[in-house]
């Protein structure tokens, strides 16, 4: 009877213990969670199930179950995963793989790098792309043909500088191109020539580069598939669980890499890509036959462009460059084809988001995503100016008052901001990367890198919004310091606002029951060490669906 009663009180202990409701998979206890929910914006403990957040508190009591996994996180910080709102992500795996010139600091160190890395390629005179070289960091002479033929041992070169708008081909290149001093400047480009004798230099700015890209061999699938896993793998290592990529010139190329990996069961991070904007009947069609994809990889935007690059001298503003007083910039679409464009891509209930840089861009943009709204009737469109970087005062309020996203980048804040004011003066840098501004103004701001113009480190651009100090440490305080924002302010912008940006508010950049489940672990606590030093904080393990994919 005895042995009858001990068994029946062990019978009901173990019942009575088992959880009541549904049993995580995971567990991670023992963190600093900073949910980004403002209804329950901190807590210690997350668990996970099947993909999704199952709970967020300070106890799992009710939770576990025998199988499932304790994650101690040792109270480090757990933040949703980082959105990047702007990558050429596929680029960014050729990168990867390609020449580095973007730390060259003289122009013999420019040559020496690209001479070592055609010296270590097979004799087969494949392509020397990438680079994302700066001349502004041997003072601002641009590089020259000159420099390169002699060490580039057969092969075709043609690197580009870090923001995409120029690039410096050798003569091999011109001549496959067929490039001479007779050549015109194509509408949106310029052919840069020697003053003294009209030859090329090798330096095509913005359209003039699509001169080149009709004798550039096609990359093989193989090629593009394997670049796809170094940018994934590059990714997943900084915390970075989804990316919008905005490369409007592979766009259909790119979609396509990325729906062979999804149907491989090989794409362990979310993508949202766009296409360009000239193909938006296409990408309607496309749309209609095939859906907008899943959380994993959706389609459905569309990429155009305004203007240029501060740092090429192709931003286009309303007054002439201080250092170039002889041109204000250029376009780099026809305005009355781009306004179409839009206008109809709109009709069609596609997300539209256009690169404009300078002053006058991204007003005229401004007035061509008012007139898309009147025309076109009140909806949820989430217009979207990638960049915005110099804006006049008045635009400033505008992005609220219209609804547009302004989709900026903060790392360049820092990296431009070492040269910017001998390019626009004083007074327009005042407004220039107005990131408090926009705020204070109720603007919708969302941040991301543009890799590979800039770093894919989302933790660089928390240190770049929220110091405001250049690479060159010539501002402790910040440059333009009145434009900085807290900690906090850029995590949001990272997490939450691009969650938006991209329609995914309801189910990503928050750590709340429902939500997907991505996030990351950091070494160290953002709130807790000075803004200086969150450049040096590191990922520690990033999480997807519920899985680790990443763990240092």
């Given at each position: 009877m005895r042995l009858l009663i001990l068994l029946v009180f062990a019978s009901l202990t173990f019942y009575a213990c088992q959880p009541s409701g549904p049993v995580a998979d995971t567990i991670y206890h023992n963190a600093r969670i900073w949910t980004g929910d403002s209804k329950q914006p901190s807590a210690s403990v997350l668990g996970v199930k099947d993909g999704k957040v199952l709970f967020v508190g300070e106890d799992y009591e009710g939770y576990q179950g025998p199988e499932t996994e304790l994650i101690d996180v040792e109270g480090r910080l757990l933040i949703p995963g980082f959105i990047d709102n702007h990558t050429h992500f596929l680029e960014g795996g050729?990168?990867?793989?390609?020449?580095?010139?973007?730390?060259?600091?003289?122009?013999?160190?420019?040559?020496?790098?690209?001479?070592?890395?055609?010296?270590?390629?097979?004799?087969?005179?494949?392509?020397?792309?990438?680079?994302?070289?700066?001349?502004?960091?041997?003072?601002?002479?641009?590089?020259?043909?000159?420099?390169?033929?002699?060490?580039?041992?057969?092969?075709?070169?043609?690197?580009?500088?870090?923001?995409?708008?120029?690039?410096?081909?050798?003569?091999?290149?011109?001549?496959?191109?067929?490039?001479?001093?007779?050549?015109?400047?194509?509408?949106?480009?310029?052919?840069?020539?020697?003053?003294?004798?009209?030859?090329?230099?090798?330096?095509?700015?913005?359209?003039?580069?699509?001169?080149?890209?009709?004798?550039?061999?096609?990359?093989?699938?193989?090629?593009?598939?394997?670049?796809?896993?170094?940018?994934?793998?590059?990714?997943?290592?900084?915390?970075?669980?989804?990316?919008?990529?905005?490369?409007?010139?592979?766009?259909?190329?790119?979609?396509?890499?990325?729906?062979r990996?999804?149907?491989?069961?090989e794409l362990p991070m979310r993508i949202y890509s766009f296409v360009p904007i000239s193909s938006w009947g296409r990408l309607a069609d496309y749309v209609a036959e095939n859906g907008t994809g899943d959380d994993i990889l959706r389609w459905g935007a569309l990429k155009g462009f305004v203007d240029g690059s501060l740092g090429s001298t192709t931003a286009w503003f309303y007054d002439p460059y201080d250092d170039e007083p002889e041109t204000s910039g250029l376009l780099v679409s026809d305005t009355l084809e781009l306004r179409k464009w839009i206008l109809a891509a709109d009709s069609a209930g596609l997300q539209i988001g256009v690169h404009a840089i300078g002053d006058r861009a991204n007003d005229w943009l401004l007035g061509v995503y008012a007139e898309a709204i009147e025309k076109n009737g009140q909806r949820d469109r989430r217009f979207r100016i990638e960049h915005a970087q110099h804006l006049t005062r008045e635009a400033i309020p505008r992005f609220a008052q219209l609804g547009v996203i302004p989709s900026m980048q903060p790392y360049h804040a820092i990296d431009d901001g070492r040269w910017a004011e001998k390019r626009i003066g004083p007074e327009r840098i005042k407004t220039t990367y107005p990131f408090r501004s926009l705020l204070d103004a109720g603007a919708p701001l969302t941040f991301g890198s543009d890799w590979t113009v800039a770093p894919l480190n989302s933790l660089e651009g928390i240190y770049a919004a929220a110091t405001r100090r250049t690479l060159d440490g010539a501002n402790p305080g910040g440059w333009v310091p009145q434009e900085k924002i807290s900690v906090e302010e850029a995590l949001r912008c990272y997490t939450d606002a691009n969650a938006y940006a991209g329609f995914q508010e309801d189910k990503l950049g928050k750590l709340k029951e429902g939500h997907l489940a991505d996030f990351v672990i950091l070494s160290d606590n953002l709130f807790e060490i000075p803004p200086e030093q969150i450049k040096d904080v590191e990922v520690v393990r990033t999480v997807v669906n519920g899985e680790a994919v990443y763990v240092r």
């Open positions: 050729f990168q990867l793989a390609s020449v580095e010139l973007r730390s060259a600091q003289t122009p013999a160190e420019f040559i020496q790098r690209l001479a070592n890395f055609a010296g270590q390629l097979p004799d087969d005179g494949r392509w020397i792309t990438g680079g994302n070289w700066d001349h502004e960091a041997w003072g601002g002479e641009l590089p020259r043909r000159e420099w390169i033929d002699s060490v580039s041992a057969g092969h075709p070169v043609f690197v580009s500088r870090l923001d995409g708008h120029m690039a410096l081909a050798n003569t091999q290149v011109l001549e496959l191109a067929g490039i001479t001093r007779d050549t015109p400047d194509p509408q949106g480009g310029t052919i840069v020539k020697d003053t003294q004798t009209g030859e090329p230099t090798g330096i095509l700015k913005d359209e003039a580069m699509s001169l080149v890209y009709p004798v550039m061999p096609d990359r093989t699938e193989a090629e593009l598939d394997e670049a796809l896993q170094r940018a994934v793998q590059h990714a997943l290592s900084l915390g970075v669980t989804q990316v919008h990529d905005v490369s409007s010139f592979g766009g259909w190329t790119d979609l396509a890499t990325y729906r990996a999804h149907e491989k069961g």
